[in-house]
């Protein structure tokens, strides 16, 4: 591997398999019937995933996934609606942030960085409020790597009446979500996370009858699920310029997703990536951030050394010229980097990923870790 194509240990954009990027090789046709059977297979395969085809439809939205977020948020929750944001990180805190931009009515619920949200803490929360009507929640915050429990609270939310809206951005594909037994409203994920395609396209599995009842609740036209839904169910075709080299490379790496055994062969690569940069990196001395318990196969924060000779812009540009490109830290209070274990990388890559690690501190001479 050549330093011209550092391996990616983030959380998307990822590293992605050769034929993923040989998909991209080809033009499209926006209107063609060709690209518009590649999308509705696209839809059909995501959906299937989370057992969605019954109770739901997949939109697929231009743009990075914070802008499926907006617009699920846009056409999905009234506008007398009330959203109780869950915040344990900065990707929770971005969803409160839009609410706030849309002009939708919202309360937060924030807990520590290493602190999941629980069912009870949901339950306390709707029954002091009745004028809440729909629940988002950041299935892993990718600040941290944090895993939330989503089962419990979903069914605490049903209990209550109210609706879920699931940012399941970095964990879709790769942790089982099942819509027959999780109710939601909405559950939101994009082309260059767990399913190792490219970015540029996110999606929104809408539940059937909520999306029915949503027309004119968008403050945008662009980002309007219902409209989006409704034409493409008309025509099959997107309503504006669709990214289609993202969804070729997308429709690519769903038919390696399905070869190599869908989502619990996805998700214990995975988890055995996570396993051993733990391991390796434990050795080194570096701690991870938060408690095996709640630690998502996804992306891991480390303490960063404390000795004053570490930088971590230095550290970074060392580690990638030896072909491995880290995160920076998200966290307010403690130093931290991330690395992530998704992608096309396996445990061999992850080992020879920690022993650059190992090598730059040595060259950086950074002995209290």
Known sequence: MSTAE??????????????????????????????????????????????????????????????????????????????LVLINGAYGKRLAKICEYLGRSFSTFETAEDEPTTAADVDRLLRADASITHVALIHCETSTGILNPLADIAQVIAQHGKRLIIDAMSSFGAL??????????ALIAASGKCLEGVPGMG????????????????????????DQHSYMAKTGQWRFTPPTHVVAALHEALLQYNEEG???????RYADNCQVLLEEMARLGLRSFLPAAIQAPIIVTFHAPRDPRYQFKAFYER?????????????????????????????????????AVAEVLREMEVLEI
């Open 6 to 83: 550092p391996i990616l240990l983030t959380p998307g954009p990822l590293t992605t398999s050769a034929r993923t990027r040989q998909a991209m090789m080809v033009d499209w046709g926006s209107w063609d019937d060709r690209f518009n059977q590649l999308t509705a297979s696209l839809c059909e395969q995501l959906l299937s995933i989370v057992n969605g085809a019954d109770s739901h439809h997949c939109v697929p939205l231009q743009g990075s996934g914070t802008f499926a977020v907006e617009a699920a948020i846009g056409t999905l929750v009234p506008r007398d609606g009330k959203v």
């Open 176 to 185: 089982p979500i099942d819509a027959r037994q999780v109710p939601f409203d």
């Open 203 to 226: 999606f929104v599995f809408a539940n059937k009858q909520a999306l029915a009842t949503a027309a004119g609740n968008s403050h945008s036209l662009a980002m309007d699920l219902f």
């Open 262 to 268: 869908g989502l619990p062969v996805r998700h214990q």
């Open 319 to 355: 580690v990638k010229a030896k072909g491995f490109i880290l995160y920076p830290g998200k966290l307010t209070q403690v130093e931290t980097f991330r690395v992530g274990c998704i992608g096309h990388v396996n445990q061999a890559e992850m080992r020879a990923a920690v022993a």
